[in-house]
């Protein structure tokens, strides 16, 4: 036991530091201020009963310091049973640029048909994507145009949080930081497989290419996460936004209840991924759940803590490092008890997803 402690310390020390190299190499060397490349871009938004959103979402790209006369809003609404839409036209005089579209006759199911109808009606030849309830942070547009300008085909971006004063928010934006984390550094290391719809980016002659969303229709979401995987089958150039002035931030649902029902649809999106993509997660989750199970053997096999305090030493120090890169500021404890409750979680949604049913709004 006391040969097995000592192997899983030193993994678990150079996976930390593979972690920490990676991810500050990532939001270190994120260029913001390149040479503006203003090139024409096609936002497209689609919207279910999000009228007590939208204003918030509008006031934020009418902040956007990128030229109106470059970019267009493609506002779909859903099949709405608020007044969502009616909502959204009050901005037609504040942009000039705004489209608006109902989604009664869409020709995919959910969300994707809402987007391939925005798609359809595009007129630019790059596609921004995010949702009726973010908030953009002033240079989003500018920091995708520069990235597209880099030849890059599927660009995605930070999509955190709001921090509020509430223990389910709190968790809610620790287990964003966590995911996240993950998935920019497998991304960093050349093996991209999800990223924010909030937040995405896509050049439409790649988004054809791939055949649009007609082989994401394996679930009901999945809009993100099973794009890129069609991209990384067709070796496109994944890129990804890290800059402070490119976040897009959002409301998480108020209750577990909620919560839990959107991450069983993103978890129930991952049994869709590639195999070497499953494999990654399915060996890097094991090996955390193993090391915070370590904390029960404690009793009879004392060197079991070494694995259990490795494993929450390396992760309070990446969490501490980077959670300001989110507007996070968790307290120590919060920390502690959260890493044991994320990798809980963790184990509930793949269960959650396996075995209930999966719906949309």
């Known amino acids: 036991m006391a040969e097995a402690a000592i192997i899983s310390v030193i993994i678990f020390s150079a996976l930390g ?3 920490y190299h990676t991810l500050l190499t990532l939001f270190n060397n994120e260029i913001e201020n390149l040479d503006d490349v203003e090139i024409k871009l096609s936002v497209i938004i689609a919207a279910k009963n999000e ?3 939208i204003s918030r979402l509008f ?3 009418e902040k956007q310091n990128y030229p109106k006369d ?3 809003i493609i506002f779909v609404d859903d ?3 608020d007044t ?3 909502e959204a036209q009050k901005f037609t005089s504040l942009f000039p640029n705004l489209r608006l579209f109902k989604a009664d006759y869409k020709k995919l199911p959910a969300k994707k048909g809402a987007l391939d ?3 359809t009606e595009s007129r630019f030849p790059f596609l921004l994507f995010t949702d009726a309830d973010c908030v953009l942070q002033n240079g989003w547009l500018k920091t995708f145009s520069n990235k597209f300008a880099q030849n890059y085909d599927v660009i995605f971006g930070l999509a955190p949080f709001a921090f509020k004063r509430s223990f389910a928010n709190h968790f809610f934006c620790f287990e964003n930081l966590r995911t996240t984390m993950l998935t920019f550094t497998a991304a960093q290391l050349g093996m991209p497989y999800s990223g924010a719809s909030r937040s995405l980016g896509i050049v439409k002659e790649t988004f054809l290419k791939l055949g649009g969303f007609n082989k994401t229709l394996q679930t009901v979401g999945g809009d993100d996460d099973l794009l890129i995987r069609e991209a990384v089958k067709n070796n496109c150039k994944i890129g990804i936004v890290t800059g402070k002035n490119s976040l897009v931030f959002t409301d998480p649902e108020e209750n577990f209840s909620e919560y839990v029902k959107q991450k069983r649809r993103h978890t129930a999106t991952s049994f869709h991924y590639l195999a070497k993509h499953k494999l990654f997660l399915a060996l ?5 759940i193993l090391a915070i199970d370590a904390l029960f053997l404690i009793p009879f096999f004392p060197e079991a803590g070494f694995i259990f305090l490795s494993k929450i030493l390396c992760d309070y120090i990446l969490v501490y490092s980077f959670q300001k890169k989110f507007n996070y500021k968790f307290s120590f404890g919060e920390i502690f008890f959260f890493q044991i409750l994320y990798e809980c979680f963790i184990v509930f949604n793949f269960f959650s997803a396996k075995f209930l049913k999966i719906k949309w709004k």
């Open 84 to 86: 969502t839409f009616s």
């Open 117 to 119: 109808l925005g798609i």
């Open 51 to 53: 009228a007590s959103n």
């Open 17 to 19: 530091v593979l972690f």
């Open 59 to 61: 006031t934020s790209l």
């Open 70 to 72: 470059k970019f267009e």
């Open 284 to 288: 890097w989750h094991l090996l955390n």
């Open 79 to 81: 099949n709405s049973s």
